[in-house]
């Protein structure tokens, strides 16, 4: 690809780069010099081609197009960068995430009422405990190994799930499910987390997305729901589930919505955050030391390592962002981890600064969108800091690459290896 000048336009669309790490060289050249750049979309790991895209990379773009429904729509093509398969959009459009107001705001009202943060809070004391107990096993364990512990699957992995599910009210014997179909949903990109693509009659992958593939935790939706009505109790299932407004597929759709945007929100962010830590041992020290509080060090930490990388919207008319022409149609994808390390607005982007304030980053998303757990999320991010700073030792020493997600759109790590044994 070439911009104005035949200036090469570098790809930030192939997931597969995203597996060695996040392409910030290529994302400050296109903040600089294609700030709204076109992106082919070739066929990929399976995948088939799609028609290209336009890649936001500024965060003053990317707010715009965040809060501009009217112009961008979540509802014309939904919120992935594929398009889902024609058939499947109607049922896809269901979800909230994929809707524009006025109807948005309507299903947003109706889970608001469940998600309280009156309800959240009265989570934190066992948030806590979570935290302290998994990362306590996890150097115990190491100190009777070879001092070195995996900080994703001993510690965050667990942390993020267990505590979604037991906001959620899922029995303890259900729990392994939800984190089945957020690997399967969210690691669809990388085979070690999605294994192979079930192909369709036309030999093509099935998105994990459509109805098909998502029946089975639509059917224990369903079970879990008449097992509310009939035990009631206080968490957000109940309150789901006896709400006479909500719809049977409504209900689908936003348990759909809870146990992966919720589950993997706080399993992406919480591993970036203590590899950040990791990598910064003077802000750790000073994290640990009380120099800094948790509350600007848990948004510093989303800013540096956004759970989410990608947003699409489609344009509802021929409009202009930042100087480019945009048709009706045409996907437009805002890249989070680019508006965050946009110098424009922060300054040093990529000093790891816990006192930073303000703070305006965009790993939440804007506008009507604005994730509505970010509540739960920070309480939850806050806990297992604190509770690292309490738990590990002074000094956090790597003990090998951590292995990255294959994927343009959630920005995991699969594994975080780092040495506890000698404190």
């Known amino acids: 690809m070439t911009g104005s000048g035949s200036v090469p336009v570098p790809d930030v669309f192939d997931p597969r780069q995203y597996g060695q790490g996040i392409p910030h060289d290529h994302y400050r050249h296109l903040r600089d010099h294609h700030p709204v750049a076109w992106q082919e979309e070739p066929e990929v790991l399976g995948w088939p081609a799609g028609p290209g895209f336009w890649a936001v990379t500024r965060h003053e773009d990317v707010v715009r197009v965040l809060k501009d429904s009217s112009t961008y729509s979540s509802y014309l093509g939904a919120t992935q960068i594929r398009d889902p398969d024609p058939a499947d959009l109607p049922f896809i459009r269901r979800m909230m995430l994929n809707q524009d107001p006025p109807h948005h705001r309507r299903l947003r009202v109706l889970v608001s009422r469940a998600f309280t943060p009156k309800r959240i809070d009265r989570f934190g004391t066992g948030v806590r405990e979570r935290a302290r107990s998994l990362l306590t096993r996890a150097v115990t364990e190491a100190r009777s190994g070879d001092g070195t512990c ?238 690292t700073c309490r738990r590990l030792p002074p000094s956090l020493e790597s003990a090998g690459s951590p292995g990255r997600l294959v994927s343009n759109f959630i920005n995991g790590l699969k594994s975080l290896p780092v040495r506890v044994g000698g404190c």
């Not at 816990?354 to 970010?374: E, K, Q």
């Open 150 to 387: 995996d900080l994703v699957t001993q510690v965050t992995d667990d942390y993020a799930l267990l505590n979604l599910t037991d906001l959620l009210g899922v029995p303890d014997t259900d729990r392994a499910l939800l984190l089945h179909w957020t690997r399967r949903v969210i690691g669809y990109q990388d085979p070690d987390e999605a294994g192979t693509p079930r192909l369709g009659p036309d030999g093509k992958p099935v998105n994990p997305r459509s109805p098909s593939a998502l029946r089975d935790m639509f059917d224990y939706a369903h079970a879990l729901a008449a097992h509310k009505r009939r035990h009631p109790a206080d968490d957000v299932m109940t309150s789901l589930a006896t709400d006479p407004e909500l719809t049977a597929p409504e209900l689908e759709m936003f348990f759909f919505l809870l146990v992966i945007a919720g589950n993997d929100t706080v399993r992406s962010a919480a591993p970036g955050g203590l590899h950040l830590l990791v990598e910064n041992p003077e802000a750790y020290g000073r994290l640990r030391n009380g120099e800094v509080g948790s509350a600007t060090a848990v948004d510093e930490l989303l800013r540096r390592h956004p759970p989410v990388l990608t947003f699409r919207r489609t344009a509802r008319e021929d409009t202009v962002l930042a100087g480019t022409r945009i048709r009706t149609g045409d996907k437009v994808v805002v890249f989070h981890a680019s508006a965050n390390h946009d110098e424009r607005v922060f300054p040093d982007p990529f000093t790891l600064d816990l006192t930073r304030t303000p703070n305006p980053h965009v790993s939440f998303g804007d506008g009507p969108h604005v994730c509505l757990g970010a509540h739960f999320a920070r309480l939850q991010l806050r806990a297992l800091y604190e509770e």
